[in-house]
């Protein structure tokens, strides 16, 4: 997506370690006009296919899914958490992953009332890097039985290997720009 790529080149900073810093319109300051054209992107790659809830992953996944929710009939969004509450275990799915830019294990907990078997489900996170965060909201869908019609991602860097193992894994995968390298000496920031 021009709009996406343009505007990572013009206000994303490439951090040491393989880190994007967008927190200019994506990570901490949102841009909600292109979070708006994001969604409707997704909408056009994914038309055709039932989607009854989106699920992503507290918390830069909550705007861009509450956004793309209005391109798909204005179904819920359920964000899942990264620390529990005083519930009861028996009311969550509960599952571990590693994160990328914490460099820390941290669970992914979904109340069990927001998330049926049957339901069609499409996930939706900001980045994609070595896969967990998405490998974890996997988990929760195949323990609540529901199905997972696609993966929408902002931005996968593709330099890393999460993408490749999930769609050899059998997901259709869009993600809206492609990293294919970048330098944090230089700057420089190349697309698919
Ligand atoms: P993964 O679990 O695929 O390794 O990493 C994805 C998660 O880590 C995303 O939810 C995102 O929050 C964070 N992440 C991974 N790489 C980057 C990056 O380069 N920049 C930013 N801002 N977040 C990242």
Not at 3 to 25: A, H, S, T, Y
Not at 46 to 57: S, W
Not at 87 to 115: C, H, M
């Amino acid at each position: 997506m021009k709009e996406l790529e343009d505007r990572i080149r013009r206000d994303g900073v490439v951090k040491p370690g393989n880190v994007l810093k967008v927190d200019g319109f994506l990570n901490h300051q949102c841009d909600v006009a292109l979070f708006d054209d994001m969604g409707a992107q997704w909408a056009r790659i994914f038309a055709g296919k039932r989607v009854d809830k989106i699920l992503t992953i507290e918390a830069s996944g909550i705007g861009i899914a509450c956004l793309a929710a209005r391109h798909f009939g204005d179904v819920p969004v359920v964000f899942a958490k990264k620390t529990q509450s005083i519930n009861l275990e028996g009311d969550q799915y509960v599952t571990t992953v590693y994160s990328f830019t914490k460099q820390r294990e941290f669970p992914v907990i979904v109340a069990k009332k927001f998330l049926a078997a049957g339901e069609h489900v499409l996930l939706i996170d900001d980045f994609l890097a070595n896969g967990k965060a998405m490998q974890g909201l996997i988990d929760i869908c195949t323990k609540a039985g529901a199905i997972i019609e696609g993966i929408g991602i902002a931005v996968e860097k593709g330099f890393q290997p999460g993408g490749a193992m999930l769609r050899k894994a059998g997901y259709d995968v869009e993600s809206l720009a492609i990293v294919t390298s970048m330098d944090s000496e230089t700057g420089t920031i190349k697309f698919a």
